[in-house]
């Protein structure tokens, strides 16, 4: 079965409020993680990565926490834009090989 | 632009036919993948190749041929497909040996009829 998935499928968000997606995986193992962000009409984007000798990484407005102990994964955006919209994907990779698993991603809209 | 080209954006096609699809990074990279997305589930994974190599297969149908010329370039080659196929194939590529990034073209957006 699927070994990364995203607790909510939807999130509507304030412009200028923060964002909190959350994903849960279940392999112990895994010791990198990725989020993606997937406008319309095109691929998935990389956002930010975390290896798991790290608990927290920052980007340009972007969060990423891990949480090994409940194996949680977070990704927080600050000042949410309209740009913002978009599915938002994490992905764990298990094995350290090519085979990276993802979710099946939460939607997320921003309203003006 | 993320440095991955895909051909054609849009593809219909009868079960019967014979297309391909066309991938090519302008990165540098040295791995290079197929990836199927349909409507409410996760990526999956069919092909990787590395240096050109194919080092994943995962448990595709036969209707569907990868081929990688070089470490630029990546076909999916597909042939009397179902209609369950339909759904966007996107390519990736990375720099070299699992465990990093990937960055995505755009897709096909595939409907077989």
């Known amino acids: 079965g699927e070994s990364v998935g995203l607790h909510l499928p939807t999130l509507s968000v304030q412009e200028g409020d923060n964002s909190i997606i959350n994903c849960a995986y279940s392999?112990?193992?895994?010791?990198?993680f990725i989020w993606y962000k997937q406008e319309s009409g095109k691929g998935p984007q990389f956002i930010i990565d975390?290896?798991?000798?790290?608990d927290k990484r920052q980007g340009q407005r972007v969060t990423v926490l891990l949480n090994k102990t409940v194996k949680h994964l977070s990704l927080q955006i600050a000042a949410t834009q309209p740009g913002d919209s978009a599915v938002y994907f994490c992905?764990?990779?298990?094995?350290?090989?090519?085979?990276?698993?993802f979710g099946a991603g939460t939607t997320v809209t921003v309203r003006a | 632009e993320t440095g991955v080209t895909q051909t054609p954006r849009h593809l219909v096609m009868g079960m019967t036919n014979k297309k391909s699809l066309k991938c090519e990074q302008h990165?540098?990279?040295?791995?290079m993948y197929w990836y199927k997305q349909s409507a409410k589930k996760p990526l999956e994974l069919m092909f990787v190749?590395?240096?050109?190599?194919?080092?994943e297969n995962n448990s595709v149908p036969s209707r569907f041929s990868p081929e990688c010329p070089n470490s630029s370039h990546l076909f999916l080659h597909l042939h009397t497909l179902q209609p369950e196929d339909s759904a966007l194939y996107l390519c990736?590529?990375?720099?070299?040996?699992?465990?990093?990034?990937?960055?995505f073209g755009s897709g096909t957006q595939l409907s077989v009829l």
């Open positions: 975390i290896r798991s000798n790290m």
């Open positions: 990736a590529s990375s720099q070299g040996g699992g465990n990093e990034k990937l960055f």
């Open positions: 990165l540098g990279h040295n791995a």
């Open positions: 392999n112990s193992a895994s010791d990198y």
């Open positions: 190749y590395s240096l050109e190599e194919r080092v």
């Open positions: 992905a764990e990779n298990p094995l350290g090989d090519y085979k990276l698993s």
